[in-house]
């Protein structure tokens, strides 16, 4: 049962942080709007779908790669990948605007319950995926290879493929940027005064529509990031990818303490190392259940995720 | 703003309910009922719907989702609690009346409490660990929950794994009424009697001392707790209630399906039920059921829409929850601002 | 723009009823060509649309030839059932389809278990089916539950009768194989496998490795590949669809892996080696021998005519409709004609393959020939014998 686990353990290793890492940058979507809205973004997944869609039109539509045509090299692989990255935080962004304006506005203007705006969220999210599914003939959509998968060296019996140092490294700075971001810049700021009491926010002259709108375009930079990443390394996307991921996404957020930032970079890297070794272990198909099983036993014992907020602050 | 009162119809119905005295009361819930009955007769006017069967249509999904919004509207809309995983409970019930009915000589009465039972034996299970979380916490803990049951299922040879279990039998007759698949009204009227009990057992302990303890939880948990309400024994019975009715409304719809598959029951379904319960307006008996009938029949009446059909679906969810946050059939204005207030769901 | 081509095609077509009513009106001497409605159930929203949006788009192409040849005497519809491949919508959408006489044939339903929740609908209302793709064998076993006859027919192949070859297919010229077969947990793939592996155990020298069950939406395989490696497997079957194929062959090769990858008809698709480019090259597949072999020129022609190009059964699709429309031609107006018409017919498919049924609604087909991918393209090897 563990001879795969043991045999493999550091390819699973490395394949669970860089699994990890997208999950990172998805739940950081997630748990942004949370902090700031105390609301489930249900369209997150549907705005990762989306971003993944900007990497695909970048290979194949502006640098017309097709899946015969050899991987980039050099200077034109950087800007490609670059273009392509930007490219999917750019729809992501806007998508995940497009929802706060659509979904969000007029609901929290109103004042109204949180159920509301969840449905409303949960209808926009439908629409979304029916669009892209119209768009694309229902049919999955590949990505040329731009990035050949060249492998590096071997440690430990393990291939260290170039994709997979890619991922890792560039979604480590990404975070590390947002993290910067929300910690040091005056956006950042307010957007942390909000999370922390919007109404004492409000009346220190914090303009909130601007700040919400501002969450949920750096949760779509983030979100995106992962679109491109996820992209690059499967070359392949679908309309219907987005609820798998999102779901993980969000269960990540939850298990490192929804709300928090460090929370959703522990709860990512922990779930995408769960579900690695746990396919190994048990089989893929005993996956989600293992994920939930712990995910249960941690809230148990620390009601709040790894890294969440005490009980009085979530209800302040 | 005295015109909009016309289009409140929470209010002209209870206006007129409250004026009426008790004969007047019970002729109009009979006839009510009457007419409600008759329903499936009227699949040649507008309400047809095109390529399904309008009487089956009336059975699955809109007679299935009102039962099931009822019990959903116990545990989201009485205690206040977010329950993500709702179709567990239904696909415990299905999967009780295909096994027992596939492999026992009992019929779908008899088996019946033993899908109640095993629902609501889940609930506690569930229920016990869990529900000391809240929020959000609770909703990703059903929602896997939700999940794991379907994996089960999924991913057990007693379950046949993804092939699903046929044959499953059919009710026996009632009397002169006879249960046939070409002609499902008998199905409706069973449906129709079980969506009753349902409300008739809500409003009993709505007025009584659970309902009482439900809304003061649902209020603020911590006040509740601090005038003496157990809070936890009371969202277990809320949570186990509810499990109740999903599993008597599985237990209906195994025997009515003859088929049943894991891929039936999904997270989305979950969903769909969380969405009618809010749609018609949560919290409210008569909401949640015109709302579970709406969302339930909408996508069959637009068939003709084919290919766009759920983008459709999805942005009436958007207009109408941005236009009425409150829900179609909102509950009373006092129990509302309390619900603005809220912080946690 | 496939949509955008579809629309502008169906409000010329509105357009064209309307006119040909018009005309009918005033001059009603002339006789109208006959209406007449034959149907396809299948996915055609939600999560499983791909499915059956390509197959619809195969069975729309057979009635859109079948009306431009026959402008005089026929329009035949198609009446488009979705039931999401979802049993329980399935079984809403039956009953109502089922009780539409004017539908006289239905081509699908796509999936096997919206097939056991559609079945006894169709069956008391005696509406013939021709199934391009549900392959779960119970279906046409007249000992199981499940058993669909009189009504129920398919024209392709079952995992009884594929499994076998497949597990054949993929070993063969390989010294000692060892095999890890995994399937996506469906109900196509998951008893694809039993029966893939059921005959692996009666090949000597062939030994079973190791296996998994991936959900059906998984992109990322590591935890799979890395059981292979464990397993020294130098075969993977993979008893699942395409897309996913695709995004696992892809993965297979990159961590450096020679082992030969075969799939079943659910990976035999053009789009397969689309999607996986280069590391599709040498993939071994099986599918039906003719209804596979499919030239260029048609697919041309389809492309032309849909302005998509043709996906996954579309052959099956096109054959099962060809044989309502043949049936059509006959001069055939009611649904129990039909079904008689379908039982008892004899033909020639698109791929030149011998289209009939035998008595419990099986195609009678020869066997299962062998495809390598080879330079991008299915390249037929011959039967699997």
Redesign the interface.
């Known amino acids: 049962m563990f001879?795969?686990l043991i045999?493999?353990f550091w390819?699973?290793t490395i394949?669970?942080v860089a699994?990890g890492f997208i999950y990172v940058l998805i739940s950081l979507g997630y748990t942004m709007v949370?902090g700031v809205l105390?609301m489930?973004n249900f369209a997150n997944s549907e705005i990762f779908m989306w971003g993944t869609f900007g990497t695909v039109i970048t290979n194949r539509d502006i640098f017309h790669y097709t899946?015969?045509s050899d991987p980039a090299k050099g200077w034109k692989l950087a800007l490609v990948l670059i273009s392509a990255l930007l490219m999917s935080m750019f729809v992501a962004a806007l998508t995940a605007v497009f929802v706060e304006f659509?979904?969000y506005r007029?609901?929290r203007a109103?004042?109204?319950?949180?159920?509301?705006?969840?449905?409303?969220a949960?209808?926009?999210?439908?629409?979304?995926q029916?669009?892209m599914?119209?768009l694309t003939?229902?049919?999955?959509v590949?990505s040329?290879?731009v990035l050949e998968?060249i492998?590096l060296t071997e440690v430990w019996g393990a291939?260290i493929?170039l994709d997979t140092v890619i991922t890792i490294i560039a979604a480590a700075i990404i975070y590390f940027l947002l993290e910067r971001f929300i910690k040091l810049s005056r956006m950042g700021k307010a957007i942390r005064a909000v999370s922390q009491n919007e109404d004492a926010a409000k009346l220190m002259g914090v303009n909130l529509n601007r700040v919400i709108t501002m969450t949920f375009l750096v949760g779509g930079l983030a979100t995106g990031a992962a679109g491109f990443f996820?992209v690059t390394?499967?070359?392949?996307t679908?309309f219907?990818?987005g609820?798998?991921m999102g779901?993980a996404a969000?269960?990540a957020a939850?298990l490192g303490g929804?709300g928090n930032i460090r929370g959703a970079f522990l709860g990512g890297l922990s779930l995408g190392l769960l579900e690695?070794y746990a396919?190994?272990v048990l089989?893929?198909?005993?996956?989600?259940?293992t994920?939930?099983?712990v995910?249960?036993s941690v809230?148990?014992f620390k009601?709040?995720?790894l890294f969440g907020e005490a009980?009085q602050q979530?209800?302040? | 703003m005295k015109i909009r009162n016309y289009w409140n119809l929470r209010d002209f119905g209870a206006s007129m309910w409250e004026k009426s005295n008790r004969p007047q009361r019970i002729a109009i819930a009979i006839g009510s009922i009457f007419l409600v009955g008759l329903l499936p007769f009227a699949g040649a006017s507008f309400l047809a719907t095109p390529i399904a069967a309008y009487d089956a249509v009336l059975v699955y999904p809109v007679g299935v989702f009102v039962l099931m919004a009822l019990g959903l509207n116990i545990v989201v809309g009485k205690s206040g609690m977010l329950d993500l995983g709702y179709v567990a409970f239904f696909a415990i019930g299905a999967y009780t009346m295909a096994l027992m009915g596939t492999h026992t000589g009992l019929n779908t009465w008899e088996i019946m409490p033993f899908g109640i039972a095993f629902s609501m034996l889940a609930g506690v299970l569930l229920g016990l660990p869990t529900l000391r979380l809240r929020g959000d916490y609770l909703a990703i803990v059903t929602l896997g929950f939700g999940e794991i049951v379907r994996l089960i299922a999924l991913n057990s040879s007693w379950t046949k794994g993804p092939n699903g279990i046929a044959n499953i039998p059919m009710p026996p007759d009632i009397g002169p009424l006879k249960f046939k698949l070409e002609d499902q009204k008998v199905f409706f009227w069973v449906v129709v009697t079980m969506i009753l009990l349902v409300i008739w057992m809500i409003r009993r302990l709505s007025i009584r001392r659970p309902g009482r303890a439900w809304e003061s939880i649902r209020q603020d948990e911590d006040a509740a707790e601090l005038m003496g309400v157990p809070t936890l024994k009371y969202k277990i019975w809320s949570f186990t209630l509810g499990a109740a009715v999903g599993g008597a409304a599985g237990v209906l719809y195994a025997s009515k399906n003859l088929f049943i598959a894991p891929e039936m029951f999904t997270l989305n379904v979950s969903i769909l039920i969380l969405s009618c319960v809010v749609f018609g307006g949560i919290g409210n008996i008569w909401g949640v059921v015109v709302g579970a009938t709406i969302l339930g029949y909408l996508p069959d009446r637009i068939r003709f829409i084919s290919d766009a059909r759920l983008l459709v679906f999805g942005l009436v969810l958007v207009v109408v929850m941005n236009f009425r946050p409150d829900g179609l059939l909102p509950r009373k204005k006092r129990e509302k601002a309390i619900l603005k207030r809220e912080v946690s769901v | 723009m496939n949509s955008k081509i579809q629309r502008s095609l169906a409000v010329m077509s509105a357009a064209a009823l309307v006119f040909g009513v018009a005309t009918t009106s005033t001059t009603s001497a002339q006789a109208a060509p006959k209406k007449l409605y034959i149907a396809y159930q299948g996915p055609l929203s939600g999560g499983e649309a791909s499915t059956g949006i390509d197959e619809i788009n195969a069975v729309k192409y057979a009635v859109k030839l079948f009306n431009a040849a026959n402008k005089a005497k026929f329009n035949v519809q198609v009446v488009a059932v979705d039931d999401q491949g979802d049993p329980a919508v399935a079984s809403t959408v039956a009953p109502g389809t089922g009780s539409n006489k004017k539908i006289i044939g239905l081509v699908g339903p796509a999936y096997s278990g919206a097939t056991i929740a559609s079945l006894p609908y169709y069956k008391a209302g005696g509406l013939a089916l021709i199934s391009p793709s549900a392959t779960r064998v119970s279906l046409t076993d007249p000992k199981s539950p499940d058993f669909g006859g009189p009504v129920f027919h398919r024209v392709v192949a079952t995992d009884d009768k594929q499994g076998p070859a497949l597990a054949k297919y993929a070993t063969s010229k390989v010294n000692s194989p060892k095999v890890f077969v995994f399937d996506d947990q469906s109900a196509y793939a998951v008893p694809l496998r039993g029966y893939v592996e059921a005959a692996m155990k009666t090949m000597s020298g062939t030994t079973l490795v190791g296996g998994d069950s991936v959900p059906n939406t998984t992109t990322d395989f590591a935890p799979t590949l890395a059981k292979i490696k464990t397993s020294g497997a130098n075969v993977v079957i993979y008893t699942g669809y395409y897309s996913q194929a695709a995004v696992f062959v892809k993965q297979l090769r990159d961590s450096g892996s020679t082992a030969i990858f075969a799939g079943g008809d659910g990976v035999f698709n053009q789009q397969f080696s689309v999607l996986a480019g280069a590391s599709a090259e040498g993939s071994r597949l099986t599918g039906v021998a003719g209804l596979a072999d499919v030239g260029a020129k048609q697919e041309a022609a389809f492309k032309k005519s849909m302005g998509i190009s043709s996906g996954v059964y579309a052959v099956e699709s096109f054959d099962a409709a060809n044989i309502f429309l043949a049936g059509i031609k006959a001069g055939i107006t009611d649904r129990a004609k039909m079904l008689k018409w379908v039982t008892a017919f004899k033909g020639t498919g698109i791929g030149g393959a011998t289209l009939s049924f035998n008595a419990n609604g099986d195609i009678a087909v020869g066997g299962f020939s062998g495809f390598t991918v080879t330079s991008g393209l299915l390249k037929n090897t011959g039967p699997v014998k």
Not at chain 1, 283 to 289: D, F, I, M, P, S
Request: net charge positive; glycine share 6%.
């Open positions: 001879a795969v045999d493999q390819s699973l394949a669970g699994l949370y105390r489930i899946q015969l659509v979904a007029r609901l109103k004042g109204t319950n949180r159920l509301a705006t969840l449905i409303s949960i209808g926009i999210s439908i629409a979304l029916e669009v599914r119209l003939a229902s049919r999955p590949g040329p290879r998968k492998i291939n493929r996820y390394v499967f070359e392949y679908k219907n990818i609820f798998t779901l969000f269960t939850v929804i690695t396919s190994a089989g893929t198909q005993w996956k989600a259940v994920v939930f099983i995910l249960v809230l148990l009601p709040n995720g009980v979530t209800r302040a």
